[in-house]
């Protein structure tokens, strides 16, 4: 059974540090590139960061450049998103999901395995 098991979220003032993990089972998780994606009310699910399946190529959402790094460790199969600077408008359910996208690396329909998701709430 493919599993994907989000963690580390929670509620931090703004200019706070959230590290989100995300631990994958019942797939080759280092032949699937991992992307992080959040949700807030109301709004259409958005790509935040993505990895490729070695860890090689990464990329961001313009809104988290610089503040947001995404890694993986294949031994452990996992990936993590290190949130810093956060601010208000990052508060969402993040979601990890895992796929073989070769463009549009941060849409939402090129992957193929999702988690349940964690929530990150940045008080103001």
């Known amino acids: 059974e493919v599993q994907l098991v989000e963690s580390g979220g929670g509620l931090v003032q703004t200019g706070g540090s959230l590290r989100l993990s995300c631990v994958a089972s019942?797939?080759?998780?280092?032949?699937?590139?991992i992307g992080w994606f959040r949700q807030a009310p109301g709004k259409e699910r958005e790509g935040v960061s993505s990895i490729s399946s070695r860890g090689g190529n990464t990329i961001y959402a313009d809104s988290v450049k610089g503040r947001f790094s995404i890694s993986r460790d294949n031994a452990k199969n996992t990936v993590y998103l290190q949130m810093n600077f956060l601010k208000p408008e990052d508060t969402a359910v993040y979601y990890c999901a895992a796929g073989k996208p070769t463009v549009y690396l941060l849409s939402k329909n090129r992957y193929d395995y999702w988690g349940q998701g964690t929530q990150v709430t940045v008080s103001s």
């Open positions: 019942g797939f080759t998780f280092d032949g699937y590139r």
